[in-house]
Structure formats: C-alpha cells, structure tokens
C-alpha cells in the first residue's frame, strides 16, 4: 500500500476518536486551544512539508503529522511553522502548548 497525504476529514477522524478515549476533565484544559485542522506549511532541517494545526495560542501551535502520525508543537510565524518539536501523544503536544503559553517561548 503506498501513502497519500491525510486528508481534513482524516485528521478530524483521529481527533474524534482521541477525544473519545480521554477523560472529559482532561480534554477540557485543552478545549479553549483546539481548531478546526487546517493545512499548513512547517519548516523542518530546511525542507517545507505540510502538516495540519490542531490547536494554538498566540505564537505557537499544535500540528499533526500525517508522515509519523504524530503531533508536536511549532512556532507560527507568518503562516510557516518553525522549531517543530516531536511528541507523538496529543495530549503531552498541548501540555507543551501550555507551557509556551505560561513562559512566553
């Protein structure tokens, strides 16, 4: 089977089915970051790839990573994400999310 890039409604899919596994207190602290997913660039070692925001605040986000299947966090610069750091879990991506919002990088 080859791969084909993830689709919007791929992404809500995986969403859905992760919010129905949480505890409902846990998935609202992260409820007021969450976003309608949406295509975007993000720079990674000097290549641009596409990678889908899940979440954000302020500067930085939360994005999915159709490649890994992963999420991970990036700052928003202009529309590029920059600094991508890896999680894998959603949950620990918005608790990074958190953390930038609290320390302001």
Known sequence: MSWAPSTKEEVVEILVELKRGLDPVVWSEF???MVEPKPCKIDRFGNRETAYVVACDAEWVVYFDDIEETFGTAKNADGLLHEPADYGDLV?????LKKHRSTGK
């Open 92 to 96: 620990v991506a918005l608790r990074e």
């Open 31 to 33: 409820d007021q970051y």
